[in-house]
């Protein structure tokens, strides 16, 4: 960084274009070291604002903690269907329990010519709710709604809970680099983060072994509704898409031992559109694929406490740049979204 960019709040510096999503290795921040960490919080700051979408490794989490789940989410979506439909959502509440292929209609909200999204999945949330008023009088409405925990396979619920803590705890570092790069205290957004209502969503694609119709698609460009989404990706055919801002889809390459992140809706709000929530999508897999072009993608979609207000930032904003988006809450964030996801049931 120059010393004129050094002058300018981060979250305002100008984009450059980008034809890749980089891995960046988040472990000099973690371990706290001064230059490391630097140099981490600017290169976040950065493809925050040319694309929103990286890669990270470093982490800390080991690899047996996605692969224990990627082999068990397999081994439920190979469950015969009437088994899998024990388990099925209840009605009026969208992130639990399983949903059946043809349901949901990803990326309607953008584009209501969409036909049903090809995928089917599965969805858990807050785990253990304590027993007080806050997570159950109205306003908190469904986001705090039951688990729904299959009795097979073996070990599947042991694994989603395991994997559904680490992500919290990635989460809750990646909004630590985030308050950083937007010239915030680390613990920002702690405090609007600290009874969030996330959702750990398994996405199964399944292999089409004949030509969708039209209007299908596996996930239809979208983009997601809370501040962040960490997701891990399999290497198979039909893959995750985003848009850069020059209107380029570019491939998301499956990397080994990392975990993809972007920005999410609330976030793009919360900066006044300096960070990027970047359209994606996952693309229908090439018809020779036949059987091998099966996907199961793992999306953790972080999102703030029900009552945490997103508006702007005051590194955001400034005489010339007032607030673009009026405040709204992160619970009418989510109703908003649910309207068109799940208008199909």
Request: overall charge negative.
């Amino acid at each position: 960084m120059n010393v004129e960019q050094a002058r300018i709040p981060s979250s305002i510096l100008p984009h450059r274009p980008v034809d890749a999503v980089p891995v960046i290795d988040i472990a000099p921040f973690i371990a706290g070291d001064p230059v490391g960490r630097a140099a981490v919080i600017e290169e976040v700051g950065q493809i925050c604002r040319d694309i929103g979408f990286f890669m990270v490794s470093g982490h800390g989490l080991p690899d047996s903690l996605s692969d224990d789940v990627y082999r068990l989410s397999l081994e439920f979506f190979d469950l015969p269907d009437s088994e899998k439909l024990k388990f099925e959502r209840p009605p009026g509440v969208f992130n639990r329990g399983y949903q059946p292929f043809r349901t949901r209609a990803v990326g309607r909200s953008l584009d209501p010519t969409l036909g049903p999204s090809l995928h089917d999945s599965f969805a858990i949330g807050m785990l253990d709710v304590p027993p007080n008023s806050y997570f159950s009088n109205p306003a908190a409405g469904n986001n705090f709604a039951p688990n729904i925990w299959p009795d097979r396979p073996a070990d599947f619920e042991k694994a989603l809970r395991a994997y559904y803590a680490g992500m919290s705890a990635l989460a809750a570092t990646i909004l630590r680099i985030f308050a950083a790069a937007l010239d915030l205290p680390d613990d920002f957004f702690e405090s609007k983060t600290d009874k969030h209502i996330s959702t750990l969503r398994l996405t199964h694609y399944p292999a089409l072994m004949s030509a969708p119709n039209a209007g299908e698609e596996r996930s239809g460009a979208h983009t997601d509704t809370g501040a962040l989404t960490i997701l891990r990706i399999d290497d198979a055919p039909g893959g995750l898409q985003v848009c850069s801002r020059e209107g380029k889809w570019i491939n998301v390459p499956y990397v080994p031992g990392t975990f993809v992140i972007n920005i999410a809706d609330m976030m793009m709000a919360w900066t006044n559109d300096a960070w990027i929530s970047t359209l994606h999508r996952v693309v229908n897999p090439p018809s020779a694929a036949g059987d091998t072009g099966r996907r199961l993608s793992m999306p953790f979609f972080f999102q703030p406490n029900y009552d945490a207000v997103i508006s702007c930032i005051e590194s955001c904003m400034g005489p010339d740049n007032p607030p673009r988006h009026p405040p709204m809450t992160s619970g009418d964030y989510r109703k908003r979204r649910e309207a068109t996801t799940y208008s199909l049931s």
